[in-house]
């Protein structure tokens, strides 16, 4: 054991340089973006960051890695809702998928080149599912052909060829997740109209399939009213399962017969997938689920005859998909100290099997940080929730007495949760000598709906007290340096950022990646998905215009004081480029140094290896020229305005 290095926080020598952060699949948040299963055989959609971040489905074997089946330039992703989702199907091992950037849906025949089924034109598909019976793909369709909003609808395109498809159901703004019973005679959808988001409250259909595909009596079994629904699967015995946010936790719920019933009621949220399993060839009344219990992942199967709940796969928690090949569940799991994996686990006996890994973490022992779960004390006497990530580098120590800089990491969504997985891109700022807090701010997912109610009329507000109060409460734990204190975030969390930092003296610098600035501008300019979204977080427009505006970081500029660096992409349309610009032009014209760095080409989420590369260097740089240390290395020059 050689003796650690005296070195300022923030200097460190670290092996986890911004290349390995970049070229590692899970820094752009999944690594298989997505499972499917057809008979015996499971296939992924793996994100390749090498290749400009294509997607490639591939066939995972027996032995040995996944074979890649779709060829360049083809790159398997569908931007329904600019977020994008299920984007593959394969039936018969032929696979149906969408196209980046053309949008179209192909056929793809492993071995042969892809041949597109619909016409060259503005439409979108995602969700893909297979209809055997009728020999085609259902799916929900983003009609961009009409001024205005574009159109979401449940349709269907035959394998052979179909121009744009054919149109089931559009009695609703938003459509998501069909699902077809296994007889093929009923399909089922979740839906929501303006202002509603999908996660705060939806709606549950169902129709008959006609003998000519046709839909027939389409109703809602679970009206759009005080309750949102998450996901939905069929069971062969003909009972449709959904997830269901009706008693504050997103928990499993049957419809059949017309009536609801709770499965497996307790204080936890269920995610999606879930899927029912199978024993000797044959569906069993058990279904395999992930949930998540005060900020940790779990899997577990559940009996659906008695409601009783076994969970495997312990020592991980983080699960990401799940699917059901044979009698196998095959996962996607982390841990803080373990990559994402693919984890093969037997619901009978509960043993678990790593069939892939995503990278190798042997160089990486003694630099990784683990995190600890926090609660602490906010505004109104509640508690809010994080996670905390001490410096970690065994080749450092700091001076005696000297307390590392924090930065305060706010994710986006604003709905959305981090979670207490492996992540090199947090793990870059520890091993270098920072302490990070991932702060879930009232308004996250996984601590039920009360919770998440919290940041209803109350973003710019909730937010930020829960980012200070975390931050403060380290303080006063004598835990990090609260002189020395960043906020970072990106989209939703890039406005908690800026939102922070014009209404709250405490962070001395900020980092924003494609934030919001002026809420009246986005919710006016922004994409039909999100383009109601304020309603419900800030209150009625154009009845609260002023609300929006008090609450635009953008108009309190003025008292933004401290150093900030921000990060675009000129093609993002979720959050515009002129977002970031609003607040630059602000805060150069008032003598705040501000460094901006735009890139051709990226959207929203940053997929280009070197992107992800420089944007690590220069805030790496960045912090150092605000918090008064050189950073280890060769550090890109900077351009502070």
């Excluded at 779960?373 to 006497?381: A, H, I, L």
Aim: aromatic share 12%; glycine share 10%; net charge negative.
């Amino acid at each position: 054991m050689t003796t650690p290095t005296v070195a300022p926080y923030g200097s460190w020598q670290s092996p986890i340089s911004a290349a390995l952060v970049a070229s590692t699949p899970i820094y752009l948040t999944q690594w298989i973006a997505q499972l499917c299963a057809e008979g015996e055989t499971l296939y992924g959609l793996f994100l390749r960051p090498e290749q400009g971040g294509r997607g490639v489905v591939a066939r995972f074997l027996k032995e040995g890695d996944p074979e890649d089946l779709t060829p360049a330039p083809f790159s398997v992703r569908t931007r329904v809702y600019e977020y994008g989702g299920p984007s593959f199907v394969v039936h018969q091992g032929v696979i149906y998928f969408s196209n980046y950037p053309d949008d179209r849906l192909y056929r793809h025949q492993p071995g042969t080149s892809p041949h597109p089924i619909t016409a060259d034109g503005a439409m979108r598909y995602g969700d893909l599912i297979v209809d055997p019976y009728r020999q085609r793909v259902i799916c929900v369709r983003e009609d961009r052909t009409r001024d205005g909003e574009p159109q979401h609808t449940i349709a269907a395109v035959n394998f052979a060829g179909d121009q744009f498809g054919r149109v089931l159901f559009d009695q609703t703004d938003f459509v998501s997740r069909p699902a077809l019973s296994h007889d093929g005679r009923f399909l089922a959808w979740m839906a929501w109209n303006h202002p509603n988001m999908r996660f705060f409250i939806s709606s549950l259909w169902v129709a008959d399939v006609q003998a000519d595909g046709s839909l027939a009596n389409a109703r809602p079994v679970v009206i759009e009213a005080n309750e949102s629904i998450l996901d939905l699967y069929w069971s062969p015995d003909g009972a449709l399962y959904f997830l269901s946010d009706r008693d504050n936790w997103w928990n499993l719920y049957r419809w059949r017969d017309g009536q609801v019933t709770p499965v497996c009621p307790m204080a936890a949220e269920f995610g999606r997938p879930f899927r029912p399993v199978q024993r000797d060839g044959h569906t069993v009344p058990a279904i395999a689920a992930m949930y998540r219990r005060q900020g940790i992942w779990y899997i577990g199967l559940i009996d659906v005859t008695s409601g009783q709940l076994r969970e495997f796969a312990s020592g991980y928690t983080f699960f990401a998909d799940l699917e059901v090949v044979g009698e196998s569940v095959y996962v996607v799991a982390a841990s803080p100290t373990e990559p994402l994996s693919l984890l093969r686990l037997d619901p009978v006996n509960g043993e678990t099997e790593v069939v892939l890994r995503s990278s190798e973490l042997a160089s990486l022992d003694g630099y990784l940080s683990i995190p600890t779960q926090v609660g602490f004390p906010t505004e109104n006497g509640l508690i809010a929730y994080g996670y905390y990530y001490p410096p970690s580098n065994r080749d450092f120590v700091a001076p005696a007495g000297q307390l590392p800089p924090l930065i305060v990491a706010v994710h986006g969504g604003p709905t959305s949760a981090f979670n207490m997985a492996f992540n090199l891109g947090t793990q870059y700022w520890t091993s270098r000598g920072f302490a990070v807090l991932e702060v879930d701010y009232g308004g996250s997912t996984g601590y039920g709906r009360a919770y998440r109610q919290r940041l209803w009329g109350q973003w710019g507000i909730v937010d930020v007290a829960d980012a200070v109060n975390g931050a403060r409460y380290l303080v006063e734990q004598g835990l990090v340096d609260g002189n020395r204190t960043i906020i970072r975030g990106g989209s939703a969390g890039g406005f908690t950022t800026f939102a922070a930092l014009a209404f709250r003296d405490f962070f001395q610098a900020g980092s924003s990646h494609f934030g919001i600035s002026d809420l009246e501008t986005w919710h006016r300019e922004t994409h039909k998905y999100e383009s109601h979204y304020c309603e419900t977080l800030i209150g009625p427009y154009p009845e609260q215009r002023q609300c929006y505006r008090d609450r635009s970081p953008v108009n309190r500029a003025d008292a933004i004081d401290v150093p900030m660096i921000l990060f675009q992409g000129l093609d993002d349309k979720v959050v515009p480029p002129n977002q970031s610009r609003f607040i630059v032009d602000a805060l150069r014209r008032q003598g705040v140094p501000v460094v901006y760095v735009e890139f051709e080409g990226e959207a929203h989420g940053f997929r280009r290896f070197e992107t992800n590369v420089h944007t690590l260097q220069v805030e790496l740089a960045f912090f150092g020229h605000v918090l008064g240390f050189v950073p280890a290395g060769d550090a890109p020059a900077l351009k502070i305005a």
